[in-house]
């Protein structure tokens, strides 16, 4: 609902995580008056709707995207598997600044 007192009129809010376990919300203000528009996104779904072509293609350009540095994502900390109590315990933190990843044990092939 916060979210929704900072955005203009006929904004949509397009939610794609549910970590909280809570329900996102908007008030009835919001929706009538403002015309805010709630919707969700799921990744699966816009995979089930695309042909394995088009998937191929989409990872091709993240990764030339990520190759020349338009696409970035900053990494708060990488923990081996061995360690991955602490991992999943940063990754639920607080205020994290980037993501947390999780290395193989093992070099990869």
């Keep these: 609902m916060r979210l929704g007192e900072c955005l203009a009129e006929a904004s949509t809010i397009v939610n794609y995580g549910l970590l909280s376990g809570e329900n996102p919300q908007l008030t009835g203000h919001q929706v009538v008056f403002k015309r805010l528009t709630l919707t969700g996104f ?35 900390a990488t923990f081996p598997i061995e360690e991955i109590a602490r991992a999943v315990g940063q990754a639920n933190a607080y205020r994290r600044t980037g993501k947390v990843l999780v290395t193989p044990n093992g070099p990869l092939q």
């Design 42 to 76: 799921w990744l699966v779904t816009a995979f089930q709707r695309m042909a394995p072509g088009e998937i191929r293609a989409m990872y091709a350009m993240l990764a030339g995207r990520i190759a020349d540095g338009t696409l970035h994502v900053p990494v708060e």
